[in-house]
């Protein structure tokens, strides 16, 4: 990822990601109620209070269909996201913030590096996010919301991975209904976790404008000269 050596706005890149995260978090909750409703079928089926189906049914064509917009937008979000962090990362030098632990390159890298992805992710993403807030005092401040963040993400991931490998490994309809089950979970957490990102994304933009169009702070008065007397 190249980037400008000075300070660039992360207002039109903001604007973008929230645009994305909205459609997200909309196709989110029709899937939430799409695989509801399949399962509700399913329970149907195997308790006998339903026939079993021969062709795929509406539901489950309309769940798929969703999966698909879902999926498509969560490859615009990859790259959108990662270019965000990277620029936000790079932000805070020019902000001022010294001794930083993280480089804009290993802000987005780590989350590709298994089991360091369970921890380092979330401590670059604080260092961005206490750095735009004061970039001088940066290891000082709250980080509720991203605390709050990250572990819907951890959670999320971790139930929809085993939600995944349950439904890969299924054959029998009652499997097929644990997993679809398990996954509605993940799903419902993955709401929450993406409105989250949202604000961060927000309030990160908003804090970096504000420290980058502060007034300097004065300089220092200059020593008064000694009058040398003969």
């Known amino acids: 990822m190249a980037a400008k050596d000075r300070y660039e706005s992360l ?23 799409a695989t509801l409703a399949r399962t509700g079928e399913m329970a149907d ?3 006998g209070r339903a026939a079993r189906p021969v062709d795929v049914t509406p539901f489950e064509l309309l769940q798929g269909i969703i999966g698909l917009a879902l999926a498509a937008i969560a490859i615009s979000l990859f790259f959108v996201i990662g270019r965000w962090i990277f620029r936000a990362a790079w932000n805070i030098r020019h902000l001022g913030a010294k001794r930083l632990e993280f480089s ?8 590709f590096v298994p089991f360091a992805n ?11 996010w206490l750095a735009s807030h004061d970039p001088a005092r940066w290891r000082e ?8 963040w990250w572990t819907l993400w951890l959670a999320g991931n971790i139930i929809g991975n085993i939600a995944l490998r349950l439904s890969i490994n299924a054959e029998t309809m009652e499997s097929i209904l ?9 799903t419902a957490l993955s709401i929450p976790c993406s409105v989250l990102f949202l604000r ?3 309030r990160v933009g908003a804090a970096q404008d504000r420290q980058a169009n502060a007034p300097a702070p004065p300089a220092p008065p ?9």
Request: net charge negative; with cysteine; proline share 4%.
């Open 222 to 230: 200059e020593p008064e000269s000694e009058t040398l007397v003969a």
């Open 45 to 47: 089926i195997i308790a």
């Open 118 to 128: 369970l921890v380092y992710p979330f401590r670059a993403m604080k260092e961005i």
């Open 104 to 111: 804009p390159g290993w802000a987005v890298g780590w989350y």
């Open 141 to 148: 401040g709250s980080v509720g919301l991203l605390t709050a």
């Open 11 to 33: 207002d039109e890149l903001g604007k973008v990601t929230v645009v994305l995260l909205c459609i997200e978090i909309t196709l989110q909750a029709l899937y939430f109620l």
């Open 178 to 186: 644990l997993a679809e089950r398990i996954g509605l979970v993940s």
């Open 200 to 202: 961060i994304v927000r």
